[in-house]
């Protein structure tokens, strides 16, 4: 029998880590590209377009997959890697095959489930945790060679949106800040960040609402703290994007630990345990 591994979710404002079982099958819509590791076996896939499934124990999947998931409820480790895409330009060099639109069997492979199974087993510090994260998905030697820059102008936009998520504020007049025209900024946003404007803002509500139900709020007033018209409306987006129920992050039963960045530009993280 395999063992059953502690359930861990960690939340920076770059990335977020959980290690556990998925939801099987869960079915995907992605607005942040996505590492998933096997840290029990295989996990099972199939792009939203294809009629079979396909397998694999290291699986990079870009900005806009859609499709289906499963690891048959064995715990993995599911990253939702960097929005400005390093960490996902770094990966892709590493990858051995391409398989139903997503990258697979990296050659660090091997290296990633023994770390990630390491911090299932025994708790890491969160900003110890990050600093080894960074490495692990930021090779040096890959890392340095990578020819990725993400404009400034952009970089630009998603600050704005980071500070204020609930404005809605239009895409011309995000463009007007940055001095570009309304269809420039969306095309070149979608280009680097691999999302519409819009998607990823409601990815960043999601990231903050996660925050507030860690710190002891509700999934209602996340919901409505998110922007969102009623709370059911908001766990099916949350399910969607993110693969996993907000109820989790409340319910004590589920035994899931999580570690909350205590501020956007903060160093610290607070640990709430439901």
């Known amino acids: 029998m395999i063992a059953s591994l502690p359930q861990r979710l960690y939340l920076w404002e770059r990335r977020t880590l959980y290690l556990g079982p998925l939801r099987s099958p869960a079915q995907l819509s992605l607005a942040a590209s996505r590492l998933l590791i096997g840290l029990q076996g295989n996990i ?13 124990r290291s699986l990079l999947l870009p900005v806009g997959w859609q499709g289906t998931v499963d690891s048959g409820r064995l715990c993995v480790a599911d990253c939702h890697l960097d929005v400005t895409g390093f960490d996902y330009a770094v990966l892709r060099q590493l990858a051995n095959r391409q398989d139903q639109s997503a990258y697979c069997d990296l ?25 080894q994260l960074d490495a692990w998905l930021n090779p040096a030697e890959l890392a340095e060679g990578t020819a990725f820059r993400c404009d400034q102008r952009i970089l630009n936009t998603l600050q704005r949106i980071k500070v204020s998520p609930l ?26 960040i691999g999302v519409p404007i819009r998607r990823y803002r409601l990815w960043y509500r999601l990231f903050l609402s996660t925050q507030r139900i860690a710190c002891g709020g509700s999934v209602t007033e996340a919901a409505l703290g998110a922007g969102f018209a009623d709370a059911a409306h908001f766990t099916r987006t949350y399910r969607t994007i993110l693969g996993i129920q907000p109820s ?25 345990k439901p």
Do not use: C, M, W
Not at 168 to 189: C, D, I, K, M
């Open 44 to 56: 099972r896939f199939r792009h939203r377009t294809q009629q079979r499934d396909s397998f694999s």
């Open 248 to 272: 989790a992050l409340v319910k004590p039963r589920a035994g899931l630990e999580v570690f909350v960045e205590a501020q956007a530009s903060a160093k610290t993280v607070n640990s709430f």
């Open 107 to 131: 050659s660090n492979e091997h290296l990633l489930i023994t770390a990630f199974d390491a911090v299932s087993q025994r708790l890491t510090l969160p900003e110890v945790l990050y600093q």
């Open 167 to 192: 404005e809605n504020l239009s895409v011309a007049s995000l463009a007007q800040q940055v001095g570009l025209s309304t269809s420039r900024l969306a095309n070149l946003f979608k280009e680097q």
